[in-house]
């Protein structure tokens, strides 16, 4: 059984490319074999983020066209031997992505026994936003406590449950998660940054993980190592969580409070 | 929270104001889903044809698309002003 998960959010810059990466690695991780796509035409990054980018020789267009089989496309990673990625076009031709074009190549990586395929949406709501999210059985919302991500988010949601094979065949919209990036525990406490509460009250949905914002996240793509694989990394530690409970564990929340309230929790809490 | 806040000159707390203005954009957001996307450009022209007749505000007028078994209704309501109508805006 393959499960696609699209990694998602309307707004740029929030994560989608950080957490396509570090979900994907984190899969691999256990032992899963899994491919990751960039689904963004044009401004292909994922590539780089993962690591890969002076191995693109064949890309998702390419695939679609028939110019190159998915085989001769997926980059094998150098870390893990179960994850390939499938890097997006440089192309400026929007409709280079076609609806039946990705669902044969979905369709092409189950016949493959690949277990999860992560597409990584690009920004926005237009046509590769709307074909990353359109064959999903789940799904991730990246967003980060501030109003114009969660107001994109909720956007996201609303096509989620309407636009998508998931809700088109009654199965309802996509079960859909929220992951909350570029999360500063000291400002929330300030009153200066929306809450985990705010943002799950707003969006009325629980959050799966919280990634704290953290310098390991900008270091880590500047070297193509998923910020997932820095074991020192309180973001990576996050994800390593976040991932485990997508996969059904239960794990409590951490680096979501102030550091000198982190203590005195340690202290009582668990 | 209380300690941090008393070490720092209190800040404004901006994140309630945050939750404030999402909470009221994002259920109205939520009442329009859906709708066709002509609704907009259908509300304001209607307007201009009743402020012809009757100055009404701009929320005066209401429009939505309900669903009624198999087909959709479109709803439309016009609060008029309280003083004589036909006095033209």
């Known amino acids: 059984m393959t499960e696609t998960i699209v990694v998602t959010s309307g707004k740029g810059g929030v994560g989608k490319t950080t957490t396509s990466a570090s979900l994907a690695t984190g899969l691999a991780m256990q032992g899963k074999k899994v491919a990751v796509i960039d689904f963004d035409v044009g401004l292909r990054n994922l590539d780089l983020i993962m690591g890969c980018e002076r191995r693109v020789v064949y890309d998702f267009v390419n695939v679609i066209h028939q110019e190159a089989t998915l085989k001769q496309s997926l980059i094998r990673d150098k870390r893990h031997d179960n994850l390939y990625v499938l ?3 440089q192309t400026r031709d929007k409709e280079a992505l076609t609806q039946d074009g990705v669902g044969r190549v979905l369709d092409e990586l189950k016949a493959d026994g690949f277990d999860y395929i992560v597409c990584d949406s690009p920004a926005g709501i237009e046509k590769g936003a709307f074909l990353a999210m359109y064959f999903a059985d ?33 199965k309802g919209g996509v079960p859909a998660h929220l992951l909350l990036t570029r999360y500063n525990p000291e400002r929330v406490g300030s009153g200066q940054m929306l809450s985990i509460g705010d943002v799950e009250e707003v969006l009325g949905l629980p959050v799966l993980g919280v990634i704290p914002e953290h310098d390991s996240v900008l270091s880590a793509s500047n070297q193509g190592v998923p910020v997932i694989l820095d074991a020192t990394s309180n973001a990576g530690q996050a994800y390593v969580d976040a991932i485990a409970r997508l996969l059904g564990e239960e794990r409590p929340m951490r680096f979501t409070e102030a550091a000198k309230k982190g203590l005195f929790k340690r202290m009582f809490g668990s | 929270m209380g300690i941090l806040d008393f070490l720092k000159a209190r800040p404004k707390n901006t994140a309630n104001i945050a939750k404030e203005r999402l909470r009221i954009i994002v259920s ?3 009442s329009s889903r859906g709708s066709p996307d002509y609704l907009p450009l259908l509300r304001t022209e209607l307007l201009a044809v009743i402020r012809k007749y009757v100055h009404v505000e ?32």
């Open chain 2, 58 to 89: 701009l929320d005066a007028i209401n429009i939505q698309v309900e669903r009624d078994g198999e087909h959709e209704v479109l709803e439309l309501s016009v609060a008029l002003p309280e003083h004589k109508p036909g006095a033209t805006g």
């Open chain 1, 87 to 89: 890097a997006a076009s």
């Open chain 1, 138 to 170: 789940r799904a991730l919302v990246v967003v980060n406590p501030e109003v114009s991500s969660v107001r994109d988010s909720d956007r996201i949601l609303g096509l989620l449950s309407s636009k998508t094979r998931h809700a088109e065949s009654g």
């Open chain 2, 28 to 30: 109205q957001e939520r």
